[in-house]
């Protein structure tokens, strides 16, 4: 009788044991910080003539000469850490320049911009990418007169 008690006990204790670390280990990515968890994520992106409090102005996919310049605008939620983003400028497929923007947590809008010039009429397009050179989203528009 002690005998089938003291396996009875020891069984018990084992399988608790056993519990209890199984449990742990499923439950270990619910004591993350909940923005570890989460992807960077593109909310919104446009070619717009110019940014007003922080959001896009007159958005558009073609812009005259005239306006002087134009503006891409991205924002971002969530941002799960401080990164980096880039707008690369295209003009008729070859490259124009690129910039590096810094995005911070919970989440971020920025923007880059060139100035128009004459010689800049024709087909646009800015890549935006992530620090990895994972494409984001493609915007394409075009400069007349």
Known sequence: MKRTFFTSIILLVCIAFFLSVWG???NNKDTL???ALEKLTLENAAMCEEIKEYTPYNSAVVF???I?????FTS????PEKTFIYHKWYHRDKPSTKKKLTLNPPRWSTYSSIL???TDKGPWRVEISDQKGNLLRILRFSITD
Do not use: H, T
């Open 116 to 118: 128009l010039r004459e």
């Open 68 to 72: 002087g310049k134009v503006s891409c």
């Open 24 to 26: 742990f280990a499923q």
């Open 76 to 79: 971002f939620d969530p941002v």
């Open 64 to 66: 005259s000469i005239k």
């Open 33 to 35: 910080p909940r923005r």
